[in-house]
């Protein structure tokens, strides 16, 4: 057993036989140099000693996971896989490795090289430039979120003043609308008091005109019953030094409908002047109100 053991920790997970130019990952599989190199350049950089993502059987080895990402990939991969020369250019245009042969083949037909040296430089540098304008923006954007955060504590704070002052505000309104509808029906009283005084007078001098004038009427009734003409006469003159019938009560009719004591008719309770005190609801939309609400 040990036999199989000792060839197995010599053999290349990849072509399964005794390593050639073996190489140790990071993680500590060993592969032959071409076998690890054609793996990484084809797929990505992870160490393919694991499931079945590499070509070949499942030895017992290989049924051991592994996923370490195998950094850097360029000290692996260091020969193009198809012509077996170091890796010495960046195809700019591809963004990928080449080598010398890979650049004057068809496939980089009027490609942009660069020495990797120098891509790489270049490339840390514009990443360098990136990180530090990130850097910039991050703190930028911090800002913002700061002085966002500071309005919507602002805006909550000046919400809750408004609110307040609206409820003082309303607050008054009611009072002002309670005192003022307290008011006039005050004055309503007084002014009903008053016309149902004047009213009452009135009814008490129509009173005074009509008992008059039924006594009248029956005393006129009475002399007319007289048909000799010299009582007649006499009895009306001695009753009634005041005239005819028409003088006495006529004038008192008309005294009546026209001069003093006559009907008190309803009168208007609402003058022009309370119109002005009446319930407006657009007080409510205009004013200084409305200002006060506005953020
Ligand atoms: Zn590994
Ligand atoms: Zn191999
Ligand atoms: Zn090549
Ligand atoms: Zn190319």
Request: glycine share 2%.
């Given at each position: 057993m040990a036999?199989?053991?000792?060839?197995?920790?010599?053999?290349?997970?990849?072509?399964?036989?005794?390593?050639?130019?073996?190489?140790?990952?990071?993680c500590g599989h060993s592969f032959c140099r071409q076998c690890i190199t054609k793996f990484l350049v084809r797929d990505n950089p992870i160490c393919p000693h694991g499931p079945a993502s590499f070509y070949g059987s499942l030895s017992k080895i290989q049924k051991r996971k592994c996923s370490t990402?195998?950094?850097?990939?360029?000290?692996?991969?260091?020969?193009?896989?198809e012509?077996?020369?170091?890796?010495?250019?960046?195809?700019?245009?591809?963004?990928?490795?080449?080598?010398?042969?890979?650049?004057?083949?068809?496939?980089?037909?009027?490609?942009?090289f660069k020495p990797v040296k120098e891509a790489a430089a270049s490339l840390r540098k514009e990443l360098e430039t990136f990180e530090q304008h990130a850097a910039d923006d991050i703190h930028a954007i911090e800002t913002l979120a700061d002085?966002?955060?500071?309005?919507?504590?602002?805006?909550?704070?000046?919400?809750?003043?408004?609110?307040?002052?609206?409820?003082?505000q309303f607050q008054e309104m009611?009072?002002?609308?309670?005192?003022?509808?307290?008011?006039?029906?005050?004055?309503?009283?007084?002014?009903e008091e008053d016309s149902v005084g004047k009213m009452r007078e009135a009814l008490e001098a129509v009173d005074i005109v009509l008992s008059d004038s039924r006594e009248l009427k029956e005393k006129v009734n009475l002399v007319l019953k007289i048909s000799e003409p010299e009582n007649f006469l006499?009895?009306?003159t001695e009753g009634n030094k005041m005239g005819t019938s028409g003088h006495v009560v006529r004038p008192r009719l008309n005294e009546l409908q026209g001069g003093r004591g006559r009907v008190v008719r309803a009168v208007c309770l609402h003058s022009e002047k309370d119109a002005s005190t009446r319930f407006d609801p657009h007080y409510l939309h205009s004013g200084s109100l409305s200002k006060t609400l506005s953020f």
């Open positions: 036999s199989v053991s000792y060839a197995e920790d010599l053999a290349c997970s990849a072509c399964l036989t005794i390593f050639t130019d073996p190489v140790t990952l990071p990402i195998v950094m850097p990939v360029f000290q692996v991969a260091e020969l193009c896989p012509h077996e020369e170091k890796l010495k250019l960046f195809c700019i245009t591809d963004q990928q490795l080449a080598c010398i042969i890979c650049r004057d083949g068809e496939e980089h037909e009027g490609h942009r002085i966002q955060k500071n309005e919507m504590f602002k805006t909550r704070e000046k919400s809750q003043q408004l609110t307040i002052q609206i409820k003082k009611h009072d002002f609308l309670r005192r003022r509808e307290n008011e006039i029906k005050r004055e309503l009283k007084h002014k006499r009895s009306w």
